[in-house]
């Protein structure tokens, strides 16, 4: 089955303890992305991939971190967590065909709580 | 700056009926996608549909039909025979220069 994974689903944490968000797509996609939601602002792109080892900024890239060494992987690295990144994640994945992009897969979501 | 906006925080509409969701996005990039996107409250991100840009022609699934004015630039969402599963949270979104944004998504509700 085609699908986006996110790991974990819900986690709390405390102020400066380093944490990563997993992340992993079984499509053989070239672009990957990570997103937080946050009510009334809907979805911020926080970074994305074109493709392994190339990595662009999006919206709100400040607090973060990601990495991409294999295509089928894209951790989400918070070094040092603050409550303002309180926030549901998403990441998402998608192929290109003839230059044009494809449909975007989002995985389950990431639910994250920093005290 | 890319800016995508929906003025309708809350929307509901009758079991059966049609109803329309509204998006505009101010882009000065000529080539780009545009997506709307369901989030029912189990929060999974579902596409609805897409359209290119460069197609003149509105996009349609199903029950599903956009209405795209590219010199407008609004990308409106109509919904025909409302059903109780199209309850949830509608998201207009566009992609131009490999880079996704998102609208701050209108709450539709379907009354039986």
């Known amino acids: 089955e085609a699908q986006v994974t996110q790991n974990p689903r819900y986690l709390i944490t405390v102020t400066g303890k380093k944490l990563t968000v997993t992340c992993s797509q079984n499509?053989?996609?070239?672009?990957m992305s990570w997103y937080r939601q946050d009510p009334g602002l809907g979805l911020r792109q926080i970074y994305y991939s074109m493709n392994v080892e190339v990595t662009d900024k999006g919206d709100v890239p400040e607090g973060y971190k990601v990495s991409r060494k294999e295509k089928r992987n894209f951790p989400l690295i918070l070094e040092s967590p603050s409550p303002n990144q309180t926030s549901l994640y998403f990441c998402a994945s998608s192929g290109t065909s003839g230059g044009n992009q494809e449909t975007q897969y989002f995985g389950p979501g990431t639910r994250l709580l920093v005290l | 700056a890319q800016t995508v906006t929906q003025s309708q925080p809350e929307m509901s509409v009758q079991e059966a009926e049609t109803v329309t969701l509204s998006c505009t996005y101010d882009t000065s990039e000529s080539n780009y996608y545009l997506f709307w996107y369901k989030q029912p409250p189990s929060r999974q991100m579902i596409l609805v549909i897409r359209q290119e840009a460069y197609k003149q022609q509105n996009a349609t699934e199903n029950r599903f039909s956009v209405n795209f004015q590219k010199a407008a630039k609004s990308f409106s969402l109509k919904i025909s025979d409302s059903q109780l599963g199209d309850t949830a949270m509608y998201f207009c979104a566009f992609m131009t220069g490999n880079q996704f944004y998102f609208g701050t998504g209108t709450s539709l509700t379907v009354i039986p």
């Open positions: 499509m053989n996609h070239e672009y």
